[in-house]
């Protein structure tokens, strides 16, 4: 593990512009259950229907009032429990570290937790959204929320009039178009890609990473299992999130004392 953790240093002390995309198993040891894999909640309760976002147009009061009354999936129960406290593990603020000291030029999460800015990184893309934040379905107006969490349905949006709901990306919605261009923008520029705690299963998120490929940047992947990526990544570290952020932090700090 160090002799990798080593050629990860190199790498990132000789690139120009790296990027580090993560994914649910980046916030597993803050307590936030994977969705697939052998831990996933998806493994243990079964893949829900992949379709929320129509739901939700249909009758988005229904919607809220399902989730006020708890009438939801047992993993959306699971999910938000575990939302509910989860606090950045060390790997989050070895990674805010990487970032504060240029090492690493963005984060790109499908993460809705919002760990990284909690752990004080600042360039951080949230391609699926953050759930403590309202997006109005029209203009894309974004409200964030604090420790409020609403249970009825929001106004509607004081700028257009448009429907508001949470930020979090729902399956079928689209991504909107500032993040999504955003996200494009950092994969265009990147050279190098560290792949942390992701199925790369879902797209267009997951579709980033064979573009990136496509454009000759390099992929490390960091997981504790193989996943399609692996097919394309430079190469594989098999590590839970934390000690890996924690090692190369480690690694690229120990003679100084930034
Ligand atoms: N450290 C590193 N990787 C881990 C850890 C850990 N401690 N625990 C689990 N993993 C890995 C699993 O092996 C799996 O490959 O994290 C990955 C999690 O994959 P998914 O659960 O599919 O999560 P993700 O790739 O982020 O899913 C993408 O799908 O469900 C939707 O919108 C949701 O954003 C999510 C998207």
Redesign the pocket.
């Known amino acids: 593990m160090k002799k990798k953790i080593n050629q990860v240093a190199k790498l990132l002390f000789e690139s120009n512009y790296a990027v580090v995309m993560t994914?649910?198993?980046?916030s597993?040891?803050s307590g936030i259950p994977?969705?697939?894999?052998t831990?996933?909640i998806w493994t243990k309760y079964g893949q829900p229907k992949m379709d929320s976002f129509s739901d939700f147009k249909k009758n988005p009061t229904k919607w809220w009032d399902d989730r006020r009354n708890l009438t939801i999936d047992k993993h959306i129960m699971e999910l938000r429990e575990s939302l509910k406290n989860a606090k950045p593990h060390l790997g989050h603020y070895s990674l805010c570290k990487l970032e504060k000291n240029k090492y690493i030029k963005s984060i790109i999460t499908?993460?809705i937790d919002g760990l990284d800015l909690m752990a004080g990184s600042k360039n951080v893309i949230e391609i699926?959204g953050n759930r403590k934040r309202l997006r109005c379905l029209s203009c894309n107006k974004r409200i964030n929320l604090g420790e409020y969490l609403p249970v009825y349905a929001p106004e509607p949006c004081e700028i257009c009039g448009g429907t508001v709901k949470f930020d979090t990306v729902l399956f079928g919605e689209p991504i909107p178009k500032d993040i999504m261009e955003k996200s494009r923008q950092e994969i265009d520029k990147s050279d190098l890609i560290i792949a942390?705690?992701?199925?790369?299963?879902?797209r267009p998120?997951s579709g980033l990473f064979w573009i990136a490929k496509s454009q000759g940047t390099q992929i490390i992947e960091?997981?504790?299992?193989k996943?399609k990526l692996t097919t394309i990544s430079d190469f594989f570290i098999s590590s839970?999130?934390k000690s890996f952020f924690v090692d190369l932090e480690n690694e690229l700090f120990a003679n100084s004392n930034h």
């Open positions: 994914g649910a198993g980046m597993v040891e994977p969705f697939r894999g831990t996933g499908q993460n699926h942390v705690g992701t199925s790369a299963t879902v998120a960091v997981n504790i299992e996943t839970k999130a």
